[in-house]
């Protein structure tokens, strides 16, 4: 299965700091259709997981701009352009290139 | 609006058995693999099982394989997990999602 190894795994942030958090894999998710199947998901307190960006960098409908994703092969970033006090959970990326589905571990985002 | 609203989640003693649903709408249901993903208190996200499209296909992590199966019933556009010989280590909060939309999980707890 692919390993998705994410960093850090908390982040402690004032209002409107810019923050990044990394996502490697094992092998690269570029998929034989020319796709790559990254997905940055935020699970806020107490909810379940919201999808932010899908394909590495394709902001998902209603989600802020201050979100953005880049990467490839097996390097991918989420950053948070000015964190706002509703970015406060947990950052997860996930990846469907390769059977079965896998997340990383998650990084905790508080807010100072 | 797309919706996913799992149900089913119990209290359930070990070795005893349960079925979750998961309604789809808003959306083309029989146009999507489905997959149930589950998330045991205070852990991670951990993929579960998926299926394909028609159904025919079906792929589970190997600790529930042979005690758990998906299906799905595109005239009614929901997905099913029937989960057979519930252990302690299966008490998660399970969602359904198509990897991008999430429902808001439903909560099994298997103990004595």
């Known amino acids: 299965d692919v390993v998705l190894t994410q960093t850090p795994p908390t982040l402690s942030a004032t209002i409107g700091q810019s923050v990044s958090i990394s996502c490697r894999s094992s092998?690269?998710?570029?998929?034989?259709?020319?796709?790559?199947?990254l997905n940055w998901l935020l699970q806020r307190p107490g909810q379940s997981p919201q999808l932010l960006i899908y394909?590495?960098?394709n902001l998902e409908s209603g989600v802020p701009n201050r979100f953005s994703g880049s990467g490839s092969e097996t390097d991918f970033t989420l950053k948070i352009s000015g964190v706002e006090a509703e970015d406060l959970g947990v950052y997860y990326c996930?990846?469907?290139?390769?059977?079965?589905?896998?997340f990383g571990s998650g990084t905790k985002l508080e807010i100072k | 609006e797309v919706q996913l609203v799992e149900s089913g989640g119990v209290l359930v003693q070990p070795g005893r058995s349960m079925k979750l649903s998961c309604a789809a709408s808003g959306f083309t249901f029989s146009s999507f693999p489905m997959a149930w993903v589950r998330q045991a208190p205070t852990k991670g996200l951990e993929w579960v099982a998926t299926i394909s499209t028609s159904g025919g296909s079906t792929y589970y992590r190997d600790s529930v394989k042979g005690r758990f199966t998906i299906s799905r019933d595109n005239a009614k556009s929901t997905l099913y997990l029937q989960m057979d010989s519930l252990r302690s280590e299966d008490t998660a909060t399970y969602y359904c999602?198509?990897?991008?939309?999430w429902g808001q999980g439903t909560l099994v707890t298997v103990s004595s």
């Open positions: 996930m990846q469907a290139t390769h059977a079965p589905l896998t």
């Open positions: 092998q690269s998710l570029l998929d034989s259709d020319g796709d790559t199947y």
């Open positions: 999602t198509t990897g991008g939309a």
């Open positions: 394909s590495v960098s």
